[in-house]
């Protein structure tokens, strides 16, 4: 089975702070990880993967298999990263499973 | 382009009612999923299509559920005699390919009275 878990629901931090977004996740085969993000009033749509090792919006997470962890960081918080933050797994059965969210109030 | 669009955008139903919820994919996305979000919660596998074949349907919470997708294009989500703990969101997703990026439609709100 196939589990990923988000320990924060909430997360508030200062314009121009650090931000980390916690994600474990349990596979037994090799997974593929991503965060998908979604605004006020918009659809979930994909951040980033691990795959791809992008930097995205100035957010990068890294893939550490023997945490089991794909933590999501930003350096420099803005006012508009303030929204709904999903980790999610794809397992070798190409099914998503999600994390149950985690809400990132940026104040200014 | 167009992105995946999702229909009716609400539907208030009274226990025991038939609902079915539309999804129209992107135009060529062959891979079309859907999911169910329940409140506080983040979205949980229900099933998901190749063209018209329903590859995996164990994420159906119950018999109750029945997904369709006759065509290999529009798909439908279908919930006889609904219950209280169906009320969630309703999400689609649709990608061009099984490991290819999702791109989510706007959900169905789904509430049962």
């Known amino acids: 089975a196939q589990r990923v878990t988000q320990p924060e629901k909430l997360l508030s931090v200062f314009k121009g702070a650090p931000v980390e977004l916690k994600c474990n996740y349990s596979?037994?085969?090799?997974?593929?990880l991503f965060w998908y993000v979604q605004y006020s009033r918009q659809r979930l749509q994909l951040l980033l993967r691990?795959?791809s090792r992008e930097s995205i919006k100035g957010f990068t997470a890294d893939l550490n298999k023997g945490e089991t962890s794909f933590h999501l960081k930003k350096p420099f918080a803005q006012e508009e990263d303030s929204a709904m933050y999903y980790c999610?797994?794809?397992?070798?059965?190409?099914?998503?499973?999600f994390g149950a969210g985690t809400t990132v109030t940026v104040r200014a | 382009g167009a992105g995946v669009s999702q229909s009716p955008r609400y539907k208030v139903a009274k226990r025991g009612q038939d609902v079915a919820l539309r999804c129209d994919p992107i135009?060529?996305?062959?891979?079309l999923f859907w999911y169910q979000q329940a409140l506080g919660q983040g979205p949980e596998f229900l099933t998901y299509?190749?063209?018209?074949?329903?590859?995996?349907k164990s994420g159906l919470p119950s018999d109750r559920f029945f997904a369709e997708r006759p065509e290999g294009s529009v798909s439908t989500l279908k919930i006889q005699r609904t219950q209280q703990e169906d009320s969630a969101v309703y999400l689609c997703?649709?990608?061009?390919?099984?490991?290819?990026?999702?791109?989510f439609g706007p959900g169905t709100r789904l509430t049962v009275l």
């Open positions: 596979y037994s085969g090799s997974p593929e």
């Open positions: 691990h795959i």
């Open positions: 997703a649709s990608s061009a390919g099984l490991t290819n990026e999702q791109f």
């Open positions: 999610a797994l794809r397992g070798e059965d190409y099914k998503l499973s």
């Open positions: 299509f190749q063209n018209e074949a329903q590859l995996d």
């Open positions: 135009s060529g996305h062959v891979s």
